[in-house]
Nanobody
Framework: QVQLVESGGGLVQAGGSLRLSCLASGRTFSDYPMGWCRQAPGKEREFVAG????????YYRDSVEGRFTISRDNAKNTAYLQMNNLKPEDTAVYYC?????????????WGQGTQVTVSS
């Protein structure tokens, strides 16, 4: 079992930056691919970014490529999502996830989510 806790969400103006963190506990964090998905009001949850267990491969949805960066520090049991040049359409609840397909929203373990709101 893996427990995930996100932090770092908030309200930011368009063009600004936020850094989300995901602290994992439970089973060995480094064993699992990690990812971030998001869900906006009235929309389905969508894939944002994913990273392999050794950080050797990263995945991004097209709309965030070049603006978002996913990383992980296995020694700290933490994954990150650096979000730059944020846009109003990035507004959503962002979820950290572990153990699954790193290029999809198909994971075994999920955090509770953190709200990101981008004002225009």
């Amino acid at each position: 079992q893996v427990q995930l806790v996100e932090s770092g969400g908030g309200l930011v103006q368009a063009g600004g930056s936020l850094r989300l963190s995901c602290l994992a506990s439970g089973r060995t964090f480094s064993d699992y691919p990690m990812g971030w998905c998001r869900q906006a009001p009235g929309k389905e949850r969508e894939f944002v970014a994913g990273i392999s267990w050794r950080s050797s491969i990263t995945y991004y949805r097209d709309s965030v490529e070049g603006r978002f960066t996913i990383s992980r520090d296995n020694a700290k049991n933490t994954a990150y999502l650096q979000m730059n040049n944020l846009k109003p359409e990035d507004t959503a609840v962002y979820y950290c996830a572990a153990a699954g397909q790193p290029n999809k929203c198909d994971y075994r373990y999920w955090g509770q989510g953190t709200q990101v709101t981008v004002s225009s």
